[in-house]
């Protein structure tokens, strides 16, 4: 079995089954992507739009592309032909975009709203207000083409354990509470997105469902 196959395995059999993992191939080239989905591996996460769509041309149709990273309003149509599942909507007017190309493409594009829940400055992400009030607005409710199926978020770039799952709990904490409020009967509302290669044992035990592992699989970047 090749490293990254048996990487894969290892990762899989401490991920529970309400939980589902994101290959993260950025920077690896198409032959590693390709040794993971010989392995099994279906789905892929990326955070470049060009990486992201020359690998989408060159690899199976069956792959479910996840784009992960920070996504700039004017790259959005790139991959709004295929793209899976939008982990990092920012801002509304990101939203509006994802929206628009969605309707362009004939597709209702899937989101995760993303929360700034690390104590570092420099990663992005809604405060819990501010996404309340966009949910809240009636230019929200009008968006016909984007479906928001649940959060995601990335801790502190710490050893503080500790620090790293009151981060990860706060996440779970708003998830609860914008299903309780907003999505109450959207049974596609269900999607918490927290857990990378360092700290995703934690996040699996602080509820997450969509880890996001890259150099785990893959090595180092
Ligand atoms: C790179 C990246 C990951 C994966 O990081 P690893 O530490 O390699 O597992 C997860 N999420 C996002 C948003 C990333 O950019």
Known sequence: MSIIAQNLK???????????????????????????????QRIFGENKVQELTTKYELLPRDIEWHMIGHLQSNKVKYI?????????????????EINKQGQKNNR????????????????????????????K????????????VGVMGMASFTSDEQMIR?????????????????FKNENSFREISMGM?????????????????????????
């Open 10 to 40: 290892r990762i899989q059999n401490n991920i529970p089954a309400q939980a589902r993992l994101v290959a993260v191939s950025k920077t690896k080239p198409v032959s590693a992507i390709q040794e993971a989905y010989e392995a099994g």
């Open 80 to 96: 709004a032909p295929f793209v899976k599942l939008i982990h990092g909507v920012d801002s509304f007017s990101l939203l509006q």
């Open 197 to 221: 290669s360092g700290d995703y044992p934690i996040a699996l035990e602080e509820g997450s469902t969509l880890v996001r592992i890259g150099s785990a699989i893959f090595g180092g970047r």
């Open 166 to 182: 009151s981060e990860f709990r706060e996440l779970k904490i708003y998830f609860d509470k914008l299903k309780e409020t907003y």
């Open 137 to 148: 607005s009636a230019e929200f409710s009008s968006l016909t083409h984007v479906r928001v």
């Open 108 to 135: 209702v594009l899937d989101v995760l709203v993303q929360f700034h829940i690390a104590k570092e400055e420099s990663k992005f992400g809604f405060s819990w207000d501010d996404a309340e009030s966009m949910l």
